[in-house]
């Protein structure tokens, strides 16, 4: 069975950085498109970063600049670098995957890792 395990989430005060980790266990053959979304108190989840099985990646608006995600297939981990942090990406931050495995091809969500940016 696959999992995927969010961390790297904290308190940090504005301008400061964080790096978020999704680590994916289980029967793997391989990790297709990965993104990285967050959710704040009222409002909706949203996208913040994508990265497909080719390396192109896609950023919100609001994070483009500052945030960078990147992967590690080897190790079955997607990294999503913060920098220059504000307190408007304060939010609970979920990776998502699409994994082929040994009965087929699954989209799985982690559980999420809460972000917390002080003024």
């Known amino acids: 069975q696959v999992q995927l395990v969010e961390s790297g989430g904290g308190l940090v005060q504005a301008g400061g950085s964080l790096r978020l980790s999704c680590a994916a266990s289980g029967s793997i053959f391989s990790i297709d498109a990965v993104g990285w979304h967050r959710q704040a108190p009222g409002n909706q989840r949203g996208l913040v970063a994508a990265?497909?099985?080719?390396?192109?990646?896609n950023y919100a608006d609001s994070v483009k600049g500052r945030f960078t995600i990147s992967r590690d297939n080897a190790k079955n981990t997607v990294f999503l670098q913060m920098n220059s942090l504000k307190p408007e990406d304060t939010a609970v931050y979920y990776c998502n995957a699409v994994i082929h495995g040994p009965f087929g091809i699954s989209n799985s969500w982690g559980q999420g890792t809460q972000v917390t940016v002080s003024s």
């Open positions: 990265i497909t099985s080719s390396g192109n990646t």
